[in-house]
């Protein structure tokens, strides 16, 4: 049996729906009375990485911070939830290395025309503008994965088949224990 520890990654454009799916995983977790930590970009970035940066440097410096905190989390028996745009495979390759088998990435394939219709945020629209400088989609790339354990294409399945999935993943691969 293992310690229940694992980190699923959810990585794919700004907008494509990573943290819907992540919440409905992490309620379907918690209602299983698992230790959950969901970790989303937005709000670990104000918190953990104040003043970093958005440029390939400032991203990896960022994302290396997080794999660690995952490693540590999962290491103490958490199913982390880690939603982040995370462009760049090399990062993404990096936190599968330090995390090794006990990590899961989920690709959130969504198209960049519906991730520009999602976008409540508006920066989509400050991106085509040129107002926000280095934004992954826009004017900096993203970098699909090669081979994600789940892909989830969000405009032929809702998120809550989405998280379901997922989570059968998991338990198939046994990343989570009774």
Known sequence: MTNGGCTVWLTGLPSSGKTTIAEHLRRRLEADGRAVELLDGDEIRKYFSAGVGFSREDRTLHLQRVAHLCALLTKHGVAVIASFVS????????VRRLIGERFLEVYVDTSLEECIRRDVKGLYKKAIAGEVRQ??????????????EV???TLDEPADAAAQRILETMDGRRLVSE
């Open 87 to 94: 462009p760049y495979r090399e990062n993404r390759d990096y």
């Open 135 to 148: 934004f992954t989609g826009i004017s900096d790339p993203y970098e699909p994965p090669f081979n994600p």
């Open 151 to 153: 892909v989830v294409k």
